[in-house]
């Protein structure tokens, strides 16, 4: 399995298990995700929820080498298996930490916003990449980022593709706190624990409010981000980006 769930008393540890490659998603990690979500929901005894990578990443984003070959019916499985994991994450009731170090980029990145909160190594980095492989952000990253920190600034994000370091996440409000690495996951685990001991009921109803209090919903956002995907994942740039990636040379895009 390259996605785990450890239990650990009354907080679960979801563990991104591929840290030879940067924990980098797999359709088969997204179906496993979605699954651990499900079951996660499910579990009464789980109140607080970790997400984690394994090694020096939290996750540098999709697999790129998966997505050769791509059809109408495979591209749209693809985005629905991201959405699933998204939504899963974004509506446990459960309080969810992610715990992120090193490369945190593309939908990698998106997971740990779809978290309730970010607890970040001083050596993370963000990076909103899919402009350079021909993709348009996945995973609800525009929708997240535009209300964390404003569509000016999200969009700016997402067309120069630059990596954020973790103190300037903090600073824009994309990252909770900002640790040294070796106290990182030390202090995810105390939080969680904090967490768990509290009045859970009262927490999920919070959540459920604040998601309520925002327009777009995230369903209807995924809703319309499916389409748009739908379209980009079927252009020339898109199909080009992906080979220069496998290719490991400079893109050429033209524009459709």
């Given at each position: 399995m390259t996605v785990r769930i450890e239990r650990h008393g009354a907080v679960a540890h979801v563990v991104l298990a591929r840290p030879e490659r940067l924990n980098a998603l797999t359709p088969e990690m997204m179906e496993?995700?979605?699954?651990?979500t499900v079951a996660l929901?499910?579990?009464?005894?789980?109140?607080?929820?970790?997400?984690?990578?394994?090694?020096?990443?939290?996750?540098a984003g999709a697999d790129v080498g998966t997505m050769q070959g791509l059809d109408v019916l495979s591209g749209r499985q693809r985005i629905q298996r991201a959405h699933r994991v998204i939504a899963g994450l974004a509506n446990l009731d459960k309080p969810v930490i992610a715990v992120v170090r090193g490369a945190t980029v593309g939908v990698g990145w998106s997971l740990a916003l779809a978290?309730?909160?970010?607890?970040?190594?001083?050596?993370?980095?963000?990076?909103?990449?899919?402009?350079k492989i021909g993709l348009a952000p996945d995973g609800a990253a525009a929708?997240?980022?535009?209300?964390?920190?404003?569509?000016?600034?999200?969009r700016e994000l997402m067309m120069t593709a630059r990596m954020v370091p973790a103190e300037e996440g903090r600073q824009l409000g994309l990252v909770n706190e900002v640790l040294p690495d070796e106290q990182l996951d030390a202090r995810a685990v105390a939080l969680a624990e904090e967490?768990?001991?509290?009045?859970?009921?009262?927490?999920a109803v919070g959540k459920r409010m604040f998601r309520n209090a925002t327009q777009p919903?995230?369903?209807?956002?995924?809703?319309?981000?499916?389409?748009?995907?739908?379209?980009?994942?079927?252009?020339d740039d898109r199909k080009e980006g992906v080979a220069a990636f496998m290719e490991k040379r400079k893109p050429r895009f033209v524009g459709h």
């Amino acid at each position: 399995m390259t996605v785990r769930i450890e239990r650990h008393g009354a907080v679960a540890h979801v563990v991104l298990a591929r840290p030879e490659r940067l924990n980098a998603l797999t359709p088969e990690m997204m179906e496993q995700l979605s699954a651990a979500t499900v079951a996660l929901q499910l579990d009464r005894d789980v109140r607080a929820v970790l997400l984690r990578g394994e090694g020096r990443a939290f996750c540098a984003g999709a697999d790129v080498g998966t997505m050769q070959g791509l059809d109408v019916l495979s591209g749209r499985q693809r985005i629905q298996r991201a959405h699933r994991v998204i939504a899963g994450l974004a509506n446990l009731d459960k309080p969810v930490i992610a715990v992120v170090r090193g490369a945190t980029v593309g939908v990698g990145w998106s997971l740990a916003l779809a978290c309730d909160l970010i607890l970040a190594s001083d050596n993370a980095k963000f990076s909103l990449v899919f402009k350079k492989i021909g993709l348009a952000p996945d995973g609800a990253a525009a929708y997240f980022l535009t209300q964390y920190i404003g569509m000016l600034r999200a969009r700016e994000l997402m067309m120069t593709a630059r990596m954020v370091p973790a103190e300037e996440g903090r600073q824009l409000g994309l990252v909770n706190e900002v640790l040294p690495d070796e106290q990182l996951d030390a202090r995810a685990v105390a939080l969680a624990e904090e967490l768990a001991e509290s009045a859970t009921f009262a927490l999920a109803v919070g959540k459920r409010m604040f998601r309520n209090a925002t327009q777009p919903s995230l369903e209807a956002f995924l809703d319309y981000e499916a389409q748009a995907q739908n379209l980009v994942l079927h252009s020339d740039d898109r199909k080009e980006g992906v080979a220069a990636f496998m290719e490991k040379r400079k893109p050429r895009f033209v524009g459709h």
